[in-house]
């Protein structure tokens, strides 16, 4: 068995398999982890996270997985501040006060949730927002949606599903993160897979895919080949969209169903402080500001700042050289907290800056579901003659989609099937 990809869920389908099959794990970077990239950064107190950060929802798969290997979650604690166009004050209204039209907003809000809550057929934000709340006065509505989406989602709103929208804005679970990182979690998994044999292989770029019905025969860079009965595909709907991986014969209704998935971007910027220059008890801060949302680290004292600009901002900011990108975030630091640039700028310490995007191993950051996703999961779901199968975070169609335990669950899906075929 080949896994193609040695991110999470590469990593679970290995472990899961390894005692049915003899498991060969291709990654092409030179470390395992994929999306999860804990990383030591000079000027930074502790371990930083490149990707996934937070447990969303339930995580139940994750949090199993994370008691497994003796790993702790810290709560994410503090409110929410908003200094976003909600409070602000707005000259088309000059008698209403911020509180008023706070509470009004979260009036609409609510309309918002009820409207989307009985919807039958599925379709897109905009299309949505166009048809229930196109009078001008939701306008600070729509676009809330709209950056909200963008934000947390990385989705575009003339392609997002409002249903999955739903299930994900109308529950309130609190978010977690992993005590130390969720590279422990990457460590663990590798330390087991080679307990059990596997073999993991880094610096494995694959190209093609040769392949009949029983018999693969991968290709890569430099005269890397490697033949098997049966291969799992595991990299992003990104590099798939992408067509980075050449078939032969070529799967075309195969990529044709990962291009109907949504598949989005986010730019993050760590940044170092001296002084803590911010109000304590915060959670995050959401803005409208070029970098919008930031968090403190969670369960740390340390003055380190998360920023995270998603969707169109993070296009607007790919451009950037990673010294403008800086700029831009001290800038918005600035807005937020209303404090001089040059203070905020003299008290930074380190930064540093990840853009998936230019990962050509991922190409992005996290899927999205679209009114299509239905219909093309139940195509990438579908064994080609058992022997290719597709599984990794944008395979799935449970709650909280484009995670870490969706990533898990995709895999712990497939590799029951496979076991289930292997026992028969
Ligand atoms: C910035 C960011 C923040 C995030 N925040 C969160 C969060 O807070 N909480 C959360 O739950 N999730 C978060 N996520 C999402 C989460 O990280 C992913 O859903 C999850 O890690 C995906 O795992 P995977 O194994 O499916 O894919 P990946 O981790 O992408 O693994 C696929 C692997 O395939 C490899 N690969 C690609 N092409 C080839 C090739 N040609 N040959 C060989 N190998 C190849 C890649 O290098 C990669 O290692 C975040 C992601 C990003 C980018």
Request: glycine letters at 10%.
């Amino acid at each position: 068995m080949i896994i193609i990809g040695g991110g999470i869920a590469g990593l679970i389908a290995a472990r899961e398999l390894s005692g049915v099959y003899q498991v060969i794990v291709l990654e092409a970077m030179n470390r395992f982890g994929g999306r999860i990239h804990t990383i030591n950064e000079h000027g930074f107190p502790g371990p930083i996270e490149a990707g996934a950060e937070f447990l969303h929802g339930k995580a139940e798969s994750t949090l199993k997985l994370l008691k497994e290997a003796g790993i702790g979650i810290v709560s994410v604690e503090g409110e929410l501040c908003q200094t976003d166009d909600r409070t602000q004050d707005d000259a088309g209204n000059p008698g209403n006060t911020a509180e008023g039209r706070e509470e009004e907003s979260d009036k609409q809000w609510e309309e918002l949730l009820t409207q989307m809550s009985v919807l039958e057929q599925d379709t897109t934000l905009l299309e949505f927002l166009n048809k229930h709340f196109g009078n001008e006065k939701y306008n600070s509505l729509q676009q809330r949606a709209i950056s909200y989406a963008a934000g947390f989602d990385l989705a575009d709103a003339g392609k997002v599903s409002v249903k999955s929208l739903y299930a994900e804005w109308s529950q309130h679970n609190e978010d977690r993160v992993v005590a130390g990182g969720y590279g422990q979690l990457i460590d663990f998994l590798v330390a087991d897979c080679e307990k059990r044999g596997c073999e993991l292989i880094k610096n494995a770029f694959v190209t093609g895919v040769g392949w009949g019905a029983g018999f693969v025969e991968v290709l890569g860079q430099g005269e890397m080949r490697y033949r098997a009965e049966k291969c799992i595909l595991t990299v992003s709907a990104g590099v798939l969209q992408n067509g980075d991986i050449k078939f032969n014969p070529p799967i075309a209704r195969y990529h044709e169903a990962a291009t109907k998935i949504g598949f989005g971007n986010v730019v993050k910027i760590l940044l170092s402080f001296d002084q803590q220059l911010w109000k304590d008890g915060v959670s995050f801060f959401l803005s409208d500001e070029e970098v919008p949302t930031w968090w403190p680290q969670p369960g740390n004292t340390a003055a380190v700042l998360t920023g995270w600009a998603g969707g169109e901002r993070a296009l607007a900011l790919t451009a950037l050289s990673d010294e403008e990108l800086v700029e831009k975030a001290l800038k918005s630091l600035s807005a937020i907290f209303n404090l001089d640039l040059m203070l905020i700028r003299k008290n930074l310490n380190s930064s540093k800056i990840f853009n998936w995007s230019k990962q050509n191993t991922v190409r992005g950051a996290y899927s999205y579901a679209t009114p299509q996703s239905h219909d093309a999961l139940k195509v990438l779901t579908t064994p080609l003659q058992d022997t290719l199968y597709f599984a990794g975070e944008a395979i799935y169609s449970g709650p909280d989609p484009g995670t870490v335990e969706a990533a898990i669950n995709s895999a712990q899906r497939l590799t029951s099937q496979l076991r289930l075929v292997h026992e028969k």
